[in-house]
């Protein structure tokens, strides 16, 4: 294979970028991703690429659970604070405040427009990513904006 | 769950534009998709929703392989085309030229910049999409380009 061609091929692919959170009891995860699709209508499933060393993948792993919220085009500043690792403190996650979603208690970042917490239905453990295809229990929109979208941020994850 | 919340939160996902194509000897399906993402570097895999009454998904699922063009953002014609069903008629499909994959003899459009061919590693039919996680074998590009964003489009898939 010719590998430059390759990294290039997939860095063609366009992507937006996400807030994806996690809990279990006092443990919380938080981390800015960008493999997301949806993957079907009915139901309402969602396919993500969760680093599997991370723990992120283990409190997904282990409670079945997510939450996912789209950064606006105006909140690169926020994405850059979630590629460092989760500290929780005050309410607020790595300074950015947040409150229990309604279902499933994850932490939904108050600031980011668009949210939604989903269930994970299946596990695909084939790469240095897992493949979580989760289905879709609840969602909301605090305000409607432009999403973020990576091409536009000069950042690459892909390749 | 709010029903209009979720058909907002999902559209605000980030999307590119790509032909998909497949082959099972003389049978030819091809079509505009934008449920795809990485899935793993190592190996490089992608995942892709794929609807399940759908002739891409027979042929995908008979054969295990497929093949998957980045669009270029002035290329939204070619889209549009591809939406309609695959007519193969003197070595183009849809009135557009192909040639073979070198790897497994997939339609590649050679109007599209990047192409890549990938074997099927793992099929999750849990929804009205299949999501197809495939493992990129051989890729290709035949001019740099600025990928088509569903966004500019004014179309949607998905919610």
Known sequence: MDLEAKKKVLRS???GLYVLTARDGEEYAAGTVNWVTQ??????????GV???SRLHALIGRTGRLALMTLAADQKAIAQDFFKPTV???GALNGHPFVPSPTFGLPLLTELPYWLEAEVRHLYEGGDHSLVVAEVVEAGVRHEARPLVMGDTGWFYGG
């Open 39 to 48: 993957a079907s209508f009915q139901p309402p499933l969602i396919a993500l």
């Open 13 to 15: 692919f366009t992507y």
């Open 51 to 53: 680093k599997r060393d």
């Open 88 to 90: 929780q403190e005050g």
